[in-house]
Every structure is written in structure tokens, then in C-alpha cells.
């Protein structure tokens, strides 16, 4: 499975963002797609995640601002940030689970700052 990450950029405190993970290969294997964020000099985190049966998780510090969803069709899922803060700039990672393997996309970086 290849993940293609895009969507990050500059963007003002309390803007918004939406993510884009492209996935490709063996995606009808794949269970449970992700976003994962690593600002500098911290731990990866996990923020959202949407299982193939539909099943959605968030970190709760960014809950009711950050939507995960996804496109069949497209093999993509998205990942809407709204009200952004300036603490939340990382560079953000798209990650699909097949079986007890992790794939990770290279990442996009998210700046928040005026």
C-alpha cells in the first residue's frame, strides 16, 4: 500500500485545513485508515481514525473540530481541521493498517501562525 498525503500548509490561528490521503495498492486489505500528527521535538500522536466498517475514533483535544471521513471511490480520506491552533503545527501523517502492518504516507506539514 502506497499513502499520498497532501492538503498542509500556512494557515492563520482559527482557520481551517482539510487533509487529503490518497491510498493505492492493496487497498481493499486495508482496515483502518488514520491521521497522525508530529510536531518538533514530540511524540507522534494519533488524532482520528475510520475503520472499514465505518467506525470513527478522535483524540479529544481535537474533538468537534476535526472531521474524518472518507471516499470509496477515490480510495482517500480526508481530514477537515477547523479552528486550528498555533500548538498544532506538525507535520501530519496519513496511516493505513492491514492486518497487524502499518503503512505510513510522507507526511505534510501544517503551520499555524499569523
Known amino acids: 500500500v502506497q499513502l499520498q498525503a497532501s492538503g498542509g500548509g500556512l494557515v492563520q490561528p482559527g482557520g481551517s485545513l482539510r487533509l487529503s490521503c490518497a491510498a493505492s495498492?492493496?487497498?481493499?486489505?486495508?482496515?483502518?485508515m488514520a491521521w497522525y500528527r508530529q510536531a518538533p521535538g514530540k511524540q507522534r500522536e494519533l488524532l482520528a481514525s475510520?475503520?472499514?466498517?465505518?467506525?470513527?475514533n478522535y483524540r479529544d483535544s481535537v474533538k468537534g473540530r476535526f472531521t474524518i471521513s472518507r471516499d470509496n471511490a477515490k480510495n482517500t480520506v480526508y481530514l477537515q481541521m477547523n479552528s486550528l491552533k498555533p500548538e498544532e503545527t506538525a507535520v501530519y501523517y496519513c496511516?493505513?493498517?492491514?492486518?497487524?502492518?502499518?503503512?505510513w504516507g510522507q507526511g505534510t506539514e501544517v503551520t499555524v501562525s499569523s
Open positions: 496511516n493505513a493498517r492491514i492486518g497487524v502492518e502499518a503503512y
Open positions: 475510520i475503520s472499514f466498517g465505518g467506525s470513527i
Open positions: 495498492g492493496s487497498t481493499l486489505s486495508i482496515s483502518v
